[in-house]
């Protein structure tokens, strides 16, 4: 029997369907992502380029992953995410943390912070050039001098719209399928992230999908975006060695300290 609904319809998902009511899937659809090792080559790169503070504040925080490893490593880490029902499981993974109900395009901290890190290309759910101004000005208020922004990104213009990451698990009884691709239609500011959900339990499979809206841009121009508040350097996107970023390929590692 195959079944196509979200939640008892028979509808694709809703906007940010998958961080809300599906919130309790998300870490299963990142088995893969090595959390700590991310985290620590990003702590290496605030130990290169910052100053020696350790507190900490990781923008779409999620369920938390990346925030539980800067707290094993003696940072005062905090988190911020526009999903509550995220942040409800991100609480749970660190109760010793303090996470913010708030959309990383406009915020404040009521102190400044060392660290402000953004993994898993989030930074590209900016809503346009306009918001990522916004969130650019935002983290730049929320740093120390001195302070660090880390972050990752895909280069719009490197983007093949056949390539897609797709890996399953096993949970709670039932076969999961994931699935997630860029896509770019090669010009404007729009580009898109596609994900996909199988589920088989027993025979009787049900399917979710969801296309998230994101902002598209070079690294060139988001490079001249951010030099006027930070100084930038530009890494490929390695989290096992820090190479300088080779200008041909489409992902990187941003590392920008306040000027």
């Known amino acids: 029997m195959y079944s196509l609904n979200l939640l008892g319809s028979n509808l694709p998902m809703s906007t940010n369907a998958l961080y809300t009511d599906l919130s309790g899937?998300?870490?299963l659809m990142c088995v893969d992502i090595d959390y700590k090792m991310q985290s620590k080559s990003i702590r290496r790169?605030?130990?290169l380029f910052g100053e020696k503070g350790l507190?900490?504040?990781d923008l779409a925080c999620?369920?938390?992953?990346h925030v539980r490893h800067f707290i094993n490593f003696g940072y005062l880490s905090s988190g911020l995410d526009i999903n509550q029902p995220m942040l409800d499981i991100a609480k749970q993974r660190c109760p010793d943390a303090q996470f913010i109900?708030?959309?990383m395009c406009d915020f404040k901290v009521d102190h400044p912070v060392d660290l402000v890190t953004c993994f898993l290309y989030s930074i590209h759910y900016c809503d346009g050039i306009d918001k990522l101004m916004e969130c650019i000005v935002s983290v730049h208020n929320a740093l120390n001098k001195g302070g660090v922004?880390?972050?990752n990104v895909v280069d719009k213009n490197k983007i093949d719209n056949k390539l897609f990451v797709t890996h399953s698990a096993e949970y709670d009884h039932s076969h999961f399928v994931?699935?997630?691709a860029w896509h770019y239609s090669g010009e404007g500011e729009r580009q898109s992230l596609k994900l996909s959900i199988e589920k088989d339990t027993q025979g009787i499979t049900e399917f979710w999908q969801d296309e998230h809206a994101m902002v598209a841009f070079n690294i060139e121009t988001l490079q001249k975006l951010l030099q006027p508040y930070f100084e930038v350097h530009i890494f490929e996107h390695d989290y096992e060695r820090i190479v300088p970023w080779?200008?041909?390929s489409g992902n990187a590692i941003f590392t920008c300290v306040k000027i």
């Not at 999620?62 to 992953?65: N, S």
Request: aromatic share 20%; proline share 4%.
């Open 45 to 47: 790169l605030h130990q």
């Open 55 to 57: 507190s900490h504040l």
């Open 62 to 65: 999620g369920t938390g992953p």
């Open 101 to 103: 109900l708030k959309n």
């Open 25 to 27: 899937y998300y870490d």
């Open 178 to 180: 994931f699935h997630s």
């Open 149 to 151: 922004f880390c972050f």
């Open 246 to 248: 080779s200008g041909i």
